[in-house]
T-cell receptor, first 111, second 115 residues
Framework: AQSVSQHNHHVILSEAASLELGCNYSYGGTVNLFWYVQYPGQHLQLLLKYFSGDPLVKGIKGFEAEFIKSKFSFNLRKPSVQWSDTAEYFCAVGGFQKLVFGTGTRLLVSP | DAGVIQSPRHEVTEMGQEVTLRCKPISGHDYLFWYRQTMMRGLELLIYFNNNVPIDDSGMPEDRFSAKMPNASFSTLKIQPSEPRDSAVYFC?????????????FGPGTRLTVL
């Protein structure tokens, strides 16, 4: 069965710090990988996605993620976070027909 | 495109009452998903439809929950009778793809409070 693990449940950073959120997945077939963001009080929005090709994927707002097949990982990174990046971040793996979401990581960026 | 539309945005009801949540997916999307989000359990997939047909309802918590999709542009999630533990944010999402999953587009959610 598919599963997604996000090991960091809460992360607190100062503005301008670098960010890396871990995501590991378990799935035996072809995977599509996603990072979604949920700003306070809002719905989930797509940050970036990986289907195939270059394993380094660039998304919106300066975020990027690297797919490392040998490690079953799809970590999210941003070189310098801003206060406005305070949100909850969800990693998801897609197999056939549906997505499986991780439990989410709450990021708090202090000004 | 207006995106996924959900109504109501907020619902406050008393225990035992029937609650109906509504969703209009993005036109042309073949898949519709209902999720529930709580602090304790995170984001849970309740049920999803493909071409208006329920495919997997294994996430529906119990018989008090039911979902329908009478046509390609409308779906409902009903809770009868509602209980305080049903309080959560309920999201609807739609997806355009078939086969291997593509991006899901989420609605704004309905925040349900059962007193």
């Amino acid at each position: 069965a598919q599963s997604v693990s996000q090991h960091n449940h809460h992360v607190i950073l100062s503005e301008a710090a670098s960010l890396e959120l871990g995501c590991n997945y378990s799935y035996g077939g072809t995977v599509n990988l996603f990072w979604y963001v949920q700003y306070p009080g809002q719905h989930l929005q797509l940050l970036l996605k990986y289907f195939s090709g270059d394993p380094l994927v660039k998304g919106i707002k300066g975020f990027e993620a690297e797919f490392i097949k040998s490690k079953f990982s799809f970590n999210l990174r941003k070189p310098s976070v801003q206060w406005s990046d305070t949100a909850e971040y969800f990693c998801a793996v897609g197999g056939f027909q549906k997505l499986v979401f991780g439990t989410g990581t709450r990021l708090l960026v202090s000004p | 495109d207006a995106g996924v539309i959900q109504s109501p945005r907020h619902e406050v009801t008393e225990m035992g009452q029937e609650v109906t949540l509504r969703c209009k997916p993005i036109s042309g999307h073949d898949y519709l998903f209902w999720y529930r989000q709580t602090m304790m359990r995170g984001l849970e997939l309740l049920i999803y439809f493909n071409n208006n047909v329920p495919i997997d309802d294994s996430g529906m918590p119990e018989d008090r929950f039911s979902a329908k999709m009478p046509n390609a542009s409308f779906s409902t999630l009903k809770i009868q009778p509602s209980e305080p533990r049903d309080s959560a944010v309920y999201f609807c999402a739609s997806s355009p793809t078939s086969g291997y999953i593509n991006e899901q587009f989420f609605g704004p959610g309905t925040r349900l409070t059962v007193l």
